[in-house]
């Protein structure tokens, strides 16, 4: 059984940080591309930052320079970085688990910054 669980997420101050984690079991996570995705409130859900298995990252342009993505295989554990928050990022943010066509999505973990 695929699972993928979030964690860290919270309550911040803008120009704060916080750290998600998504740690993945029941695939094999080197085959896997990871991403982050959020739904802010009232939105859709919205690409953040994807790595792959080759850690090549790509970032959504409202994050870059301020949010890192990355990925430690042997704990099979995606990571996001958030650094700098804004009141705009609050969302429930999700990690999502992508080979091919198909994907695995976690439950997510909200995120919240204050002004």
């Known amino acids: 059984q695929v699972q993928l669980q979030e964690s860290g997420g919270g309550l911040a101050q803008a120009g704060g940080s916080l750290r998600l984690s998504c740690a993945a079991s029941g695939i094999t996570f080197t085959n896997y591309v990871m991403d982050w995705y959020r739904q802010p409130p009232g939105k859709q859900r919205e690409s953040v930052a994807t790595?792959?298995?080759?850690?090549?990252?790509n970032y959504a342009d409202f994050v870059k320079g301020r949010f890192t993505i990355f990925r430690d295989n042997a704990k099979k554990t995606v990571y996001l970085q958030m650094n700098s928050l804004k009141p705009e990022d609050t969302a429930v943010y999700y990690c999502?688990?992508?080979?091919?066509?198909?994907?695995?999505w976690g439950q997510g973990t909200q995120v919240t910054v204050s002004s």
């Open positions: 999502a688990a992508r080979i091919g066509s198909k994907a695995y």
């Open positions: 790595i792959t298995s080759f850690r090549v990252t």
